[in-house]
């Protein structure tokens, strides 16, 4: 009889953007978690009026299993956040997030910049690639899924990034 895999369960994590603003999330650790040479994923969900939850997802525990952290981030615009905070649709802004979610990771985990890394899903595309490209040394790499909110900043916010891939749209 096999047993049913159950995974890790993620952590709630909060910390404040620069400009005052408090985000959450969800941090998954792995179970052989060292903080030398550690690795993080910060995913950045589509919408962006949808929102992370502490859902079990396949890809989140495959990487956790391989001694990745992951962070989900309810940047601004996500639902379940409050009235006020979903009605951010400015993607700087839901940028800067994601530099205070690889701050968190800096501070608490002591993860180096080039040691953590960019996966973003539709919208999240566009948010992903705003933030990279607004400084690449501040992440290791990118991962770009269902692409087709990126379309519009893509080939100009790009220019910098030396090695790229995007999957499934445009």
Do not use: C
């Amino acid at each position: 009889t096999r047993k049913a895999f159950a995974g890790q369960k993620p952590a709630f994590v909060s910390f404040v953007a620069p400009d005052g603003i408090k985000l959450q999330g969800f941090l998954w650790v792995p179970a052989r978690a060292t903080s030398m040479e550690a690795t993080a994923i910060i995913y950045v969900h589509g919408g962006p009026h949808l929102s992370e939850s502490p859902k079990w997802n396949a890809g989140t525990q495959l990487l956790v299993l391989n001694g990745i952290y992951v962070l989900t981030l309810n940047y601004r615009g996500s639902t379940n956040q409050g009235a006020s905070f979903e009605k951010w649709s400015d993607v700087q802004a839901q940028a800067e997030d994601i530099f205070a979610a690889r701050q968190y990771l800096k501070s608490t985990l002591g993860i180096a910049n080039d040691r953590v890394f960019l996966w973003g899903s539709s919208y999240g595309t566009a948010v992903a690639i705003t933030a990279l490209a607004r400084s690449p040394n501040d992440f290791g790499g990118i991962v770009l899924l269902s692409t087709i909110a990126a379309s519009s900043v893509a080939d100009r916010a790009l220019e910098s990034v030396k090695v790229r891939a995007a999957f499934h749209g445009e």
